[in-house]
């Protein structure tokens, strides 16, 4: 992947002291992805950006951006990554169109183009209608855009995005969501997160990081059947049918496949977690058996193998497993 990765990290450790904040990880972020740095809070998210994004040294290891190493090539990496931190600085007072031409002077942006690279982020970011107004009287939605705006001044190769959705309500989420679909394909982003629902709808690959360590990457879908498999005791299969409680589960419950059934209600439908081989097969078989008798199959469900699962329980200290999937 290496040739086509524009974040290549190689055993990247940062102590503060004695204490590992960040402990010998390695990952690449494929040139043009979007991929989700996710992890619990003092995981060492923000200490591995700090030093993808030069404000911090690495006590050993390699990483580099868009090429370049971010210890001994720091001024070209700068030059190719927009960075939104937590807690983007912003000044009340200032309006959204001068703030952005102030940033972008800072950034050595000539005079000449300075004009139409904040009316190009500002149209990416879907700022459009608040360029004139002080940005203290933005929402938090709006604000973070501008965050991002901010980042996207110098056309970076790189965009690096520390919690972009943090404290933002379940529309502007969306609205993010959708600005950083648009993004992908002409940035590469590493968007470091905890909220998992955003990964999976936003990312096409995860790193979930914890205790300074990477626990898995891969696809969201990868990481799902991951779960799945080191799982499998845990997988159920729930199935409701609006038939006699006691006949279903027998009926279930001889299926060779079927290990244990459970009922979890009773009713005019009942509810029935199954374990066992749970696969396409068993599936075809219920809807059958279940037709067949003459009742209903209302739904069918597996449980324990969802994303959210497998980052509780591959993050949670109790748990031993650690292995990259
Ligand atoms: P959060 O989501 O809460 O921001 P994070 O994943 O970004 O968490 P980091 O901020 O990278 O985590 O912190 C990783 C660990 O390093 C934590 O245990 C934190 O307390 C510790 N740490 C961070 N900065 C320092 C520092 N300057 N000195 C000592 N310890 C630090």
């Known amino acids: 992947m290496s040739s086509n990765a524009d974040i290549v990290v190689k055993n990247l450790t940062k102590t503060y002291g004695r204490f590992p904040a960040v402990n010998n990880i390695s990952f690449e972020v494929p040139r043009g992805s979007i991929v989700g740095f996710l992890g619990p809070n003092g995981a060492g998210k923000t200490t591995t950006i700090r030093m993808l994004t030069c404000f911090l040294p690495p006590t050993s290891g390699t990483a580099s951006v868009a090429g370049f190493d971010v210890f001994s090539q720091s001024m070209e990496v700068r030059s190719r990554i927009g ?7 912003t000044y009340t007072e200032m309006r959204v169109q001068e703030y952005l031409a102030y940033r972008g002077r800072l950034r050595g942006i000539s005079r000449s183009t300075l004009k139409q690279r904040v009316e190009s982020v500002a149209e ?41 959705t943090v404290g933002l309500d379940p529309t502007q989420i969306r609205e993010t969501r959708k600005m950083l679909a648009d993004l992908a394909g002409q940035h590469t982003v590493l968007l470091s997160t905890h909220i998992l629902s955003e990964v999976e709808l936003t990312c096409q690959r995860v790193i979930i990081i914890g205790r300074g360590q990477i626990l898995a990457q891969g696809t969201p879908e990868e990481l799902k059947q991951e779960s799945a498999r080191r799982n499998s005791s845990g997988a159920k299969l729930v199935v409701e049918v609006r038939g006699p409680t006691q006949q279903v589960k027998m009926a279930l419950g001889a299926m060779p496949a079927v290990e244990n059934v459970e009922v979890l209600s ?44 497998f980052f509780v329980q591959i993050t949670d200290p109790g748990t031993a497993m650690n292995q990259a999937a």
């Open 83 to 89: 960075y939104l931190p937590e807690n983007a600085p």
């Open 124 to 164: 990416k970011c879907w700022l459009g209608e608040r360029l004139r107004w002080p940005i203290g009287t933005l929402s938090k939605g709006y604000r973070q855009r501008l965050g991002i705006a901010d980042a996207l001044l110098n056309n970076p190769q790189v965009l690096i995005l520390d919690e972009p």
């Open 266 to 309: 009773d009713g005019p439908v009942c509810t029935l977690s199954l374990s066992g081989k749970l696969d396409g097969a068993l599936r075809e078989l219920i809807a059958s058996t279940v037709v067949g008798r003459g009742w209903a199959l209302r739904e069918m469900r597996t449980t324990g193998t969802s994303l959210e699962e």
